[in-house]
């Protein structure tokens, strides 16, 4: 009888990695794709300086949750106490505003001009930040062969099945 109530109150993970992309325009905006996602399932954190953690959790069904952890290297010259989220329509929108510093073009002028810098997609890293290149390529590829294994399995499935009658 112990056996059966511990296995009903042990939760299973699906951990996956979202799509991410970055929009470039007045600020640096991180898009994050989280379909089915809702405010009270995210956390973003600033944990150490010049990082922001994003995780999230839903649950899918009754042990069952769905889970994700994404790292930002932000650069020096974003207002780190500035930096703001939006979720909308599964996506959730992560604005990382830019320090700008107003230099003048000649000595004596009176005009300037303003520089900014740009993230490169280099900032964004692993799910964990602790995890070595070779172990993100193994991981990588376990996902594509897993991938490949089921549609060369539901190819079987459809050959053998569908196949005779052609």
Do not use: N
């Not at 929108?93 to 005009?111: D, H, V």
């Not at 692993?126 to 060369?152: C, F, H, N, W, Y």
């Amino acid at each position: 009888m112990e056996t059966q109530i511990e296995e009903t109150c042990r939760l299973y993970y699906d951990d996956f990695e979202p799509f991410c992309q970055w929009k470039r325009e007045e600020h640096e905006t991180l898009e994050i794709y989280l379909q089915e996602f809702k405010k009270q399932h995210l956390r973003i954190l600033v944990e150490k300086p010049g990082v922001v953690t994003i995780t999230g959790e839903r649950p899918l069904d009754g042990t069952r949750r769905s889970r994700f952890r994404k790292q930002i290297k932000i650069p020096k010259s974003c207002k780190t106490e500035e930096i703001r989220a939006m979720l909308g329509g599964g996506v959730l929108q992560i604005r990382l505003p830019k320090q700008t510093s107003a230099f003048p073009t000649k000595p004596g002028s009176t005009e300037s001009y303003t520089a900014s810098s740009s993230m490169p997609s280099s900032y964004l890293l692993d799910i964990q930040s602790s995890s070595s290149r070779p172990e993100v390529i193994t991981k990588l590829a376990l996902q594509v062969a897993g991938v490949l294994a089921v549609m060369v399995a539901s190819g079987a499935y459809a050959y053998h099945h569908c196949g005779r009658a052609w």
